[in-house]
T-cell receptor, first 114, second 113 residues
Framework: DTEVTQTPKHLVMGMTNKKSLKCEQHMGHRAMYWYKQKAKKPPELMFVYSYEKLSINESVPSRFSPECPNSSLLNLHLHALQPEDSALYLC?????????????FGSGTRLTVV | AQTVTQSQPEMSVQEAETVTLSCTYDTSENNYYLFWYKQPPSRQMILVIRQEAYKQQNATENRFSVNFQKAAKSFSLKISDSQLGDTAMYFCAFMKRGRGMRFGAGTRLTVKP
């Protein structure tokens, strides 16, 4: 298995909903990451799970909550989102803790907040 | 903070020709990593090439090569023998060990038949 699998591929949610995005890898990679990508923009780093701890980009609102149940799974819990949170959410993993060899990305979840 | 600049929003090239995409970055670090990723319409980010800053030799991967100028903080990507499948958004990325990868704004490359 050489993939990062993200589910669902598409998600439409209301501003009062609670939903979760799932990211899974079975490559034995040590670190995982969440990125947000707006249309025609580069991906922006949201969270890093490395060295068995979560690091949070301080600019990310608290309505986004990451969870790492085990080393191969990284969830992103969503609550009370705003329409401006609509974006492509990309998950990635790296074989080493620091990502020195680059990241393997999933195909993303296209999120629309209505 | 590190910044990555891609000054060419869009470029085009004829099939089988060569094209160079530019990237500059700003950092006070000495040890770091640089990457080029492509993102086709399928939206998955695909690693094209990787360069370690402490290595002077330019990285190459088949038709893809880089010109890494550490003093000038420049990291350009050359694509030789361009193919239609090379059409994509190309992102230059900077990474200091353990700090997460930061991307430039991207260059949209179109390969014309």
């Amino acid at each position: 298995d050489t993939e990062v699998t993200q589910t669902p591929k598409h998600l439409v949610m209301g501003m009062t909903n609670k939903k979760s995005l799932k990211c899974e890898q079975h490559m034995g990679h040590r670190a995982m990451y969440w990125y947000k990508q707006k249309a025609k923009k580069p991906p922006e780093l949201m969270f890093v799970y490395s060295y068995e701890k979560l690091s949070i980009n301080e600019s990310v609102p608290s309505r986004f909550s990451p969870e790492c149940p085990n080393s191969s799974l990284l969830n992103l819990h969503l609550h009370a989102l705003q329409p401006e949170d609509s974006a492509l959410y990309l998950c990635a993993s790296s074989q080493d803790w620091d990502g020195n060899y680059g990241y393997t990305f999933g195909s993303g979840t296209r999120l629309t907040v209505v | 903070a590190q910044t990555v600049t891609q000054s060419q929003p869009e470029m085009s090239v004829q099939e089988a020709e060569t094209v160079t995409l530019s990237c500059t970055y700003d950092t006070s670090e000495n040890n770091y990593y640089l990457f080029w990723y492509k993102q086709p319409p399928s939206r998955q980010m695909i690693l094209v090439i990787r360069q370690e800053a402490y290595k002077q030799q330019n990285a190459t991967e088949n038709r893809f090569s880089v010109n890494f100028q550490k003093a000038a903080k420049s990291f350009s990507l050359k694509i030789s023998d361009s193919q239609l499948g090379d059409t994509a958004m190309y992102f230059c990325a900077f990474m200091k060990r353990g700090r997460g990868m930061r991307f430039g704004a991207g260059t949209r490359l179109t390969v014309k038949p």
